[in-house]
C-alpha cells in the first residue's frame, strides 16, 4: 500500500522560505523518481521539482534558482526548499511517485507519476 504524505505548508510573506516534506511509504525512494508539483486554484496541475532514483535533479521554470528538492533515502523522505517565495506560488503542493521516468524533462509532467499524496496548501501574501 502506497501512502505519501506532505507536511510543511502554510502562510507566508513575499520573500519568506517553507520546507516542505513528503513521507513516503510502500515506495522507496532510493529507486522511485519523486517528484513536487503544485496546482493553483483553477489551474492546472505543473512540475515544480524532480529527483531521479539516481539523484539527477530537475526544475519547472518557475522554480529555478528558488527552490530545491532533496531526498534522504534512509528515511524515505523528499523534501522541497523553498525560498524568496512570491505570491504566484500560491497553491496545492503534490508530492508524487513513479516507479519509472525515463528522462529528467518527461518527469516534470503529472502523467509521469502513479502515486499522489493529498496535497499541502502554500499561501504566500504580498
Known amino acids: 500500500h502506497v501512502q505519501l504524505v506532505e507536511s510543511g505548508g502554510g502562510s507566508v510573506h513575499s520573500g519568506g522560505s517553507l520546507r516542505l516534506s513528503c513521507a513516503a511509504s510502500?515506495?522507496?525512494?532510493?529507486?522511485?523518481?519523486m517528484g513536487w508539483f503544485r496546482q493553483p486554484p483553477g489551474k492546472e496541475r505543473e512540475g515544480v521539482a524532480v529527483?531521479?532514483?539516481?539523484?539527477?535533479?530537475g526544475y519547472g521554470d518557475s522554480a529555478k534558482d528558488r527552490f530545491s528538492i532533496a531526498k534522504d533515502n534512509a528515511t524515505n523522505t523528499l523534501y522541497l526548499q523553498m525560498d524568496s517565495l512570491k505570491p504566484e506560488d500560491s497553491a496545492v503542493y503534490y508530492c508524487?511517485?513513479?516507479?519509472?521516468?525515463?528522462?529528467?524533462?518527461?518527469?516534470?509532467?503529472?502523467?509521469?507519476?502513479?502515486?499522489w499524496g493529498q496535497g499541502t496548501q502554500v499561501t504566500v501574501s504580498s
Open positions: 529527483v531521479h532514483a539516481d539523484g539527477r535533479t
Open positions: 510502500g515506495v522507496t525512494t532510493s529507486s522511485y523518481c
Open positions: 508524487a511517485a513513479a516507479r519509472v521516468c525515463a528522462t529528467i524533462a518527461y518527469a516534470l509532467y503529472a502523467s509521469a507519476y502513479s502515486y
